[in-house]
């Protein structure tokens, strides 16, 4: 079969709003040039579109015309390494989604230690931070808290008592499991995240592993996060103001 024939019979069989690059295609490297021609005609014929360089997606068609995918899928070639996730979406855009924050960011932050994001999604620039560990699919999402928890002096038009709120909500959910890890990554994260998840689970009914948050920080330090007694009431104890 020829490339294009093959190429076409590939993108046919994926789902709409699907992200994909020149790997996903099952082509040999040897077959690239004649790809990258056969992928130029599909764009005319408004079959994909272009995402950045080497990165393409297969639009999704509704009742109100064409959709674009996700940031999360927009980003997700970046976020994966040979199946695997090595990175994620954090910053303001994650904290948009989050529900901390209305402001929608101009440039995307992704989050890994293996490998330096920097791209462009349309007219926003994509650039990259270095995580605190290691990044899985198994913890990603405790990341993003622990990130939340890091920024919570700086994240744009924060409603405080909201945002303790939505962060708590989040933790209390998790299994003991996933809180132990948790507080296992918290120990990377500069002290005020620290500080800031102890006073959190400190409400909580599960208390467990709180002492080493509570070791790994100097008693003589103040974090000021500007949060009042009422939204958190055990913030005190943890030193925070």
């Known amino acids: 079969m ?17 992200t994909f690059k020149y790997q996903q295609l099952g082509i040999d490297q040897s077959e690239y040039r004649a790809a990258a021609k056969a992928i130029e ?3 005319k014929k408004g079959m994909i579109r272009r995402v950045s360089t080497g990165v393409f997606y297969k639009p999704k068609q509704s009742a109100f015309g064409e959709l674009r995918p996700r940031e999360e899928e927009l980003l997700k070639p970046y976020l994966f390494q040979d199946g695997k996730r090595i990175a994620y979406i954090t910053g303001v855009s994650l904290y948009n989604r989050m529900g901390l924050t209305t402001q929608v960011p101009n440039t995307i932050k992704v989050a890994s ?5 920097i791209t462009k999604i349309g007219k926003t620039q994509v650039k990259p931070v270095k995580s605190y560990v290691d990044v899985t699919n198994e913890n990603y999402y405790l990341l993003e808290i622990l990130d939340a928890l890091k920024d919570f002096k700086i994240i744009p038009d924060l409603d405080k008592k909201s945002a303790i709120a939505i962060i708590r909500n989040k933790i209390c959910k998790l299994s003991e499991n996933d809180q132990s890890k948790m507080i296992r990554y918290a120990l990377k994260y500069p002290p005020r995240a620290t500080a800031l998840l102890g006073a959190i689970l400190e409400l909580s009914k599960k ?18 996060l500007g949060i009042k007694k009422e939204t958190l009431p055990t913030a005190a104890e943890w030193n925070i103001s």
């Open 2 to 18: 020829k490339v294009a024939g093959k190429i076409e019979r590939k993108i046919n069989r994926m789902q709409e709003g699907t």
């Open 41 to 43: 005609r599909l764009i």
């Open 113 to 117: 230690r293996v490998k330096r994001v």
């Open 207 to 224: 208390k467990n592993g709180l002492e080493s948050l509570r070791t790994n920080l100097n008693p003589l330090t103040t974090y000021t």
